[in-house]
């Protein structure tokens, strides 16, 4: 899609990989739906971009109902109104470095609602607001397609979003939307403890900077690549472990004291005694 002039929706927009896919796309023209939690940021935010008063903002707690149903209302009303929208870019996410048994219910439920059902129900909105032709692209994960210990629930949500992707496009075929799927490997935002940080350096995995994660987005939505996994050797592992998923593990295996010492450092600082 030529995304120039086209008003696209971009939740999560004042994260790391957010704000600078907010940059990116209106560098090339694109006008913007901010939506956030904060009003203060995603206002500072559209100030930073080229042509600010193009852009819009929406302020929603997408765990919550009410939060989902604002985005809703506003994008009907705006529909409405005349304007015409052409992408919904899902892009909020969170996860937490932890075993699955230190981890309580709410958080469990809450970081599966946000990486799965919010992009879900969002989805099913957009359906009935976007303009044809029209783009949803889901940020996704390479833990989508690899489970990784400390990562559990997020490898859960994730994975249901890759399918989930899957299963719309081909179910909204020849209807004029497209959906889209994103697999970023590690980037550097602050979505990553410390301590995953020190874990990731010394393991040697590579971590990407967020504006190149952007600039793949990008590409994304104008080639309309149905699914796009970003970073080498990552892409490769993906494919490993759908046919010889023994392989992978094998590889993990020999991870698994660091991990074990890097996740012990991580309960330990977001227990409730340190907080
Ligand atoms: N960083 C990585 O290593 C990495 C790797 C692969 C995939 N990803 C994926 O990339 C996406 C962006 O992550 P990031 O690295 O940019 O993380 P980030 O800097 O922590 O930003 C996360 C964004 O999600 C939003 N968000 C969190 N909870 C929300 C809620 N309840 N309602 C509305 N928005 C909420 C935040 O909004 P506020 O601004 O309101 O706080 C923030 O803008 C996520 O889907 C993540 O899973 C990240």
Redesign the pocket.
């Given at each position: 899609m030529d995304i120039n002039e086209k008003y696209l929706v971009l939740?999560?927009?004042?994260?790391?990989?957010?704000?600078e896919i907010a940059s990116v796309l209106a560098h090339a023209g694109a006008n913007l739906i901010l939506?956030?939690?904060?009003l203060s940021?995603l206002k500072a935010l559209q100030l930073a971009l080229p042509r600010e008063t193009a852009h819009k903002t929406l302020v929603?707690?997408?765990?919550?109902d009410a939060?989902i149903q604002s985005v809703h209302d506003r994008c009907q009303q705006w529909k409405t109104e005349g304007l015409v929208i052409h992408g919904l870019i899902?892009?909020?996410?969170?996860?937490q470095f932890s075993r699955l048994n230190q981890r309580d219910a709410a958080s469990i439920s809450?970081e599966i609602h946000?990486?799965l059902t919010?992009p879900i129900l969002l989805s099913q909105q957009a359906i009935q607001w976007l303009a044809r032709p029209g783009l949803i692209l889901n940020?996704?994960?390479?833990?989508s397609a690899i489970g990784y210990p400390g990562y559990t629930t997020?490898c859960a949500g994730?994975a249901g979003l890759h399918r989930f992707s899957e299963a719309l496009d081909r179910e909204l075929d020849g209807t004029g939307i497209r959906v889209l799927y994103l697999?970023?490997?590690?980037?550097?935002?602050?979505?990553?403890s410390t301590t995953v940080n020190e874990l990731n350096q010394h393991l040697g995995n590579q971590?990407?900077p967020?504006k190149w994660?952007a600039e793949q987005l990008l590409l994304s939505l104008q080639q309309e690549t149905p699914v796009r996994w970003l970073g080498w050797p990552e892409k490769l592992w993906v494919r490993v472990n759908q046919i010889l998923p023994s392989a992978v593990a094998g590889a993990i295996r020999k991870q698994s004291a660091t991990i074990r010492q890097f996740l012990t450092k991580a309960e330990v600082h977001s227990s409730p005694e340190v907080l």
């Open positions: 939740t999560g927009a004042c994260g790391g990989i957010g704000s939506v956030g939690r904060n940021k929603a707690d997408l765990n919550t939060g899902n892009n909020a996410g969170s996860n809450e946000l990486n919010v940020v996704g994960s390479t833990f997020y994730k697999a970023p490997r590690a980037t550097d935002t602050a979505l990553n971590v990407d967020p994660v």
